[in-house]
């Protein structure tokens, strides 16, 4: 992807290039040719080329939040995982019932 990106700016630099140092040409219009011919459609290829991998990112960082979520959940629950008193109360240690 980013050879295709290098290439396609190089052949819009010499276009400019051509264009600036040529005799009915201007150094604005070859300014223009490289951003307009050049960098403008490698900035839009690149984005949308790019968004499988920061979809794939951010699902990853969503997963991260939530997975560390539910650790914060599960570490502040009581040893039973619920929200009242046991049923039967443990016996001391050291002692039968």
């Not at 010499?14 to 604005?28: F, N, V």
Request: without cysteine.
């Amino acid at each position: 992807m980013y050879l295709l990106a290098i290439g396609w700016l190089y052949v819009a630099l010499m276009m400019a290039l051509a264009e600036g140092t040529s005799t009915q040409g201007s150094w604005l219009g070859a300014f223009f040719t490289f951003l307009l011919y050049g960098l403008l459609p490698i900035s839009i290829m690149l984005y949308l080329l790019g968004s499988p991998s920061r979809r794939a990112v951010r699902r990853k960082a969503e997963q991260a939040e939530q997975a560390q979520a539910t650790e914060a959940v599960a570490a502040s629950t009581q040893p039973d995982g619920g929200d009242h008193a046991a049923a039967e109360p443990l016996a001391p240690v050291g002692k039968e019932p």
